[in-house]
């Protein structure tokens, strides 16, 4: 069982920048590749990206390719999601998520989520 909390959402301008966190409790964080999803208002969840186990890998979506960067701390148990570069289209509450073993991009593939934490990017 893996209990998951974020943080680290609130109001930014656009071009500005957020880390969020995801803290882990529970048993072997490391052996749980991580996920972050989004979901806008009167959107379905979206995938966002995810990190390996070990953290050596990750993958993002085209929309934030080259402005969001995901990283984990396993000593910490936790997951990072820096934000840079914010459009007011990257508004949306943010989760994290957990499965074992791979990675993966669909949402039904994830064992456990977090309560989601809000960030909203003013024009």
């Known amino acids: 069982q893996v209990q998951l909390v974020e943080s680290g959402g609130g109001l930014v301008q656009a071009g500005g920048s957020l880390r969020l966190s995801c803290a882990a409790s529970g048993r072997s964080f490391s052996s749980y590749a991580m996920g972050w999803f989004r979901q806008a208002p009167g959107k379905e969840r979206e995938f966002v990206g995810n990190v390996n186990w070990s953290g050596t890998t990750t993958y993002y979506t085209d929309s934030v390719k080259g402005r969001f960067t995901i990283s984990r701390d396993n000593a910490k148990n936790t997951v990072y999601l820096q934000m840079n570069s914010l459009k007011p289209e990257d508004t949306a509450v943010y989760y994290c998520?957990?499965?074992?073993?791979?990675?993966?991009?669909?949402?039904?593939?994830?064992?456990?989520w977090g309560q989601g934490t809000q960030v909203t990017v003013s024009s």
């Open positions: 998520a957990a499965k074992a073993l791979t990675t993966s991009r669909l949402e039904s593939a994830y064992d456990y």
